[in-house]
């Protein structure tokens, strides 16, 4: 593969996972402080409340995507600790292979749900919902393509990848 392609994809990996979730968390942070400060010192306004609320909803699942990027999320690993290299392969086929199966079951009724949302539009800003909701889909896309690559990783080498 050539090099420029590489730095490419991982460019637009980079601004999918990490600088649009940066992006939409200073979007969220400012609306929320401009929330308080109307609310405190001049009238109520309601489009910052909406506005953070699309933002958490998209720095949390483009966010989600860059800490599975660097295996930086939450996990549970009691009984992976303590289990030996290939229990710990296998466990790690098994999951990720329930995650994916799940992920691909849902990726149709999801784009088909997101579709079906651009005709109601967000209250104050007037944003249609399916843009509210896509990062849904960009994350189901994503975490299907990496849990393919861990999964065909896992099995390729035989002592494991992790």
């Known amino acids: 593969m050539p090099t420029w392609l590489k730095k490419t994809g991982k460019f637009l990996l980079d601004c999918i996972e990490l600088y649009m979730p940066m992006l939409t968390f200073v979007v969220l942070f400012v609306s929320f402080m401009s ?13 910052p ?23 930086s999320h939450v996990a549970f690993t ?13 466990m790690r086929i ?8 799940s992920f691909i079951i ?34 189901l896309a994503d975490m299907i393509v990496r849990l393919i690559v861990d999964i065909v990783k896992d099995i390729a080498t035989p002592g494991g990848s992790k």
């Open 35 to 47: 929330q308080i400060v109307a609310r405190y010192f001049f009238k109520p306004m309601i489009w």
């Open 49 to 71: 409340e909406e506005l953070s609320l699309i933002c958490f909803v998209w720095t949390a699942l483009l966010g989600g995507l860059y800490a599975k990027r660097t295996g």
């Open 78 to 90: 009691m009984l992976y600790d303590v289990a030996k290299p290939g229990a710990q392969r296998a």
């Open 94 to 101: 098994v999951g990720n292979l329930m995650l994916l199966s």
């Open 106 to 139: 849902i990726f149709i009724p999801s784009w088909d749900y997101i579709q079906f949302m651009a005709y109601k539009k967000s209250d104050a800003l007037r944003i249609p919902m399916n843009w509210a909701y896509f990062p849904f889909i960009i994350f």
